[in-house]
């Protein structure tokens, strides 16, 4: 029986939080696991292409290699680089550790600076070997 009689929601909804770090990071964390197979069907769909003929490859290569189809892959990079330090930040928890607030947005921000300049990093390492 619904013993709420003012006909407010029995549990707070998502509009009433302050949004904060760790909400954040946990979103994003779900978010770029979504994302996650874009840049696996982008790899199926170009090694079928290489199997297929060289103007079909030709023409895939060159979708994925233009400034939309880089941008795409700098993203995908990003996605998966966070998506892995935000899964070492949740080992950590697992075993323990880090569980104190400070320590947790500390965590938050190592997490997401961490997959920050990682993707920076490999995308100057491509960019400094490709010019």
């Known amino acids: 029986m619904d013993t709420n009689s003012n006909s ?18 946990s979103i994003l964390h779900r978010i770029t696991g979504a994302f996650l197979p874009v840049p696996v069907f982008l790899g199926i769909w170009w090694l079928a292409a290489l199997a297929s003929s060289q103007r079909y490859f030709a023409e ?16 995908s990079l990003y996605a998966l680089l966070h998506h892995a330090f935000s899964g070492l930040r ?10 104190d607030v400070p320590a947790a ?17 490999v995308v100057a390492v491509f960019v400094i070997k490709a010019g």
């Not at 947005?105 to 993707?119: E, N, Q, V």
């Open 90 to 99: 949740y080992l950590v928890w697992d075993a323990g550790a880090g569980l």
């Open 8 to 25: 407010r929601p029995l549990s707070p909804h998502l509009q009433i939080y302050r949004p904060n770090l760790l909400m954040v990071m």
């Open 60 to 75: 895939v290569n060159g979708l994925l290699t233009s400034w939309p189809g880089r941008l795409v892959l700098v993203v």
């Open 105 to 121: 947005r500390r965590l938050s921000l190592w997490t997401l600076f961490g997959a920050i300049a990682t993707t920076l990093l």
